[in-house]
């Protein structure tokens, strides 16, 4: 049978699943060619400035503390350097205040300001889902986010090309952290001793790589593992870990946290972690893995299989994993289409947003990993809800016992597009019990807090104060009043002066390394960009009615 040209593309795309299994220089062959962005425009973006003021905003620290209004904040080049008091609820600001020789000034009067958002989960389109990497960058951006950790970005000289050039602000990105699997970059071989582990870490220290990404591969046994982390450790580098179904069996989220781990992603781990009356998850007789209906189909059903929360065992649990000081980054966006499919599917930006190529990757399809809605039913989706619950218990009891949390997305599959994926996993936070203070602590503060921990001094941003770098985000809206008024497509309310429905909110500014990026601009360079490709390709709009 003939392969089209978009199930070419697809088989490529899985390529990154299958990637993550293995290592060494034959899993660097399986990444498609990354198409990196195109050169920064000032049509996008300005600065950065010898002294740029935003003044009269309302301030969210990013600490936790409260808001409070109002402010001025003076940038320098990519830092700021004063964040100064300019008035009082409801009373003038003081004029003609200082500094009074800024290159440019922003009036923030009525908008809010907060530290730009992390997403600690990432990985960037290959051409089979979008024309080149500025896709994702631009709604990555257009939405808040000016760091991500790449779990992997892209294969490592790519993802070492794109993060130098984001750091020298030559393309509109988010700063970079390159996280790579075991053995990936390098002409060594596949890593599956203590020696070639610390030997691998050494050389990826030197070659631009932040940190390791475990997936429970049958090569990290508990003493590579080990040896990984603590070398990684030794060499200022992070660590997070996928626990896939294929080792978590005897590799749980409990052991591998004891064993150094600094991040668990997603859930994997934690139930296997807190099964009663077993060791192993019950699968029925004809589970077949690789049959990604009955991989993702079945995995909810271990919630019934666990201790319940408030047990002395829930409780043991997340103690031993505190003690360690493990972070969660749950992830709770890309599985969230299993316990609501139409609702994933109709999603008001898929018309706008996605690419066609995408698009083509989320439907149903035995090749393209996450494309697993075969025959999706009501009772997959009671599963997942009832999982969905105790998934959310415990990520919120970690962090009401003090363990830290953070915000990742894993944007590009099961009808998650980059940017408004991230603002998704805002408002699941506040489904599982997350204050909205607290959500904005998780993507800022927190997140930085994770990837600089092993690096030697404290995060340099993350939080709004003098010093920091001058990563910020600039909204017209309080999102800790409504979450969804940083969706790209704003949220909707009603005018009763007009008695119509109007769009409020979304990004006004986001600004990087002192670098201002107008977020509705990034938007529409996106929309025309996804145009583009359906008219290259024939395709037609997600959702809308087909002839």
Known sequence: ?????????????????????????????????????????????????????????????????????????????????SVKQSGWPGLPSKPNREPGDA?????????????????????????????????????????????????????????????????????????????????????????????????????????????????????????????????????????????SQMGVANFNARQAAAAGLDTITHFYGHMESLLKDRTIQSFPPNYDYNNEQHRFGEVAEIWNQVYEPGTPEWKDYLEAQKATGVVFDP?????????????????????????PQMWNYFQSSRDNHGSYFFDWSTENEFAWKRFYGRFFQVVNDYKNIGGHVTVGTDSGFIFKTYGFAYVEELELLREAGFSPLEIIRSATMWGADNLYKHRGGNAPMGVVRPGMLADLVITTENPLQNLKTLYGTKALRLDDKTGKLERVGGVRYTIKDGIIYDAPILLKQVEAMVKAERARLGAPIPNAPQP
């Open 1 to 81: 049978m003939r392969m089209t040209k978009w199930r070419r593309g697809a088989l490529l795309a899985g390529a990154l699943v299958a990637m993550q299994m293995a290592n060494g220089p034959a899993a660097a062959q399986m990444f498609p060619k990354l198409q990196g962005a195109p050169a920064r425009t000032s049509e996008e973006s300005a600065g950065p400035y010898r002294k740029l003021v935003i003044r009269n905003v309302t301030l969210i620290d990013g600490t936790g503390a409260p808001p409070r209004s109002r402010f001025d904040i003076v940038i320098e080049g990519n830092r700021i350097t």
């Open 103 to 243: 290159e440019r000034e922003i009036d923030g009067t009525g908008m809010f300001v907060m530290p730009g958002f992390t997403d600690m989960h990432v990985h960037l389109p290959g051409p089979d889902k979008a024309p080149d990497a500025s896709y994702a960058y631009k709604l990555w951006l257009a939405h808040g986010v000016t760091t991500v950790r790449g779990v992997p970005l892209a294969a490592n000289a790519d993802a070492v090309s794109e993060k130098a050039r984001s750091a020298r602000n030559e393309i509109a990105a988010p700063r970079i952290f390159n996280y790579q699997t075991p053995g990936s970059g390098w002409s060594g071989g596949t890593v599956d001793t203590p020696e070639k582990a610390r030997a691998w870490v050494q050389w990826a220290a030197k070659n631009g790589v932040d940190g390791i990404k475990f997936f429970n591969a049958p090569n990290e046994t508990p003493e590579v593992f080990k040896a990984l982390i603590d070398e990684a450790h030794k060499n200022g580098m992070g660590t997070t870990a996928h626990l």
């Open 331 to 355: 992830t709770f966006n890309i599985y969230a289409a299993s316990r609501d499919l139409m609702r994933a599917r109709t999603a008001e930006w898929h018309s706008t947003y996605t690419t």
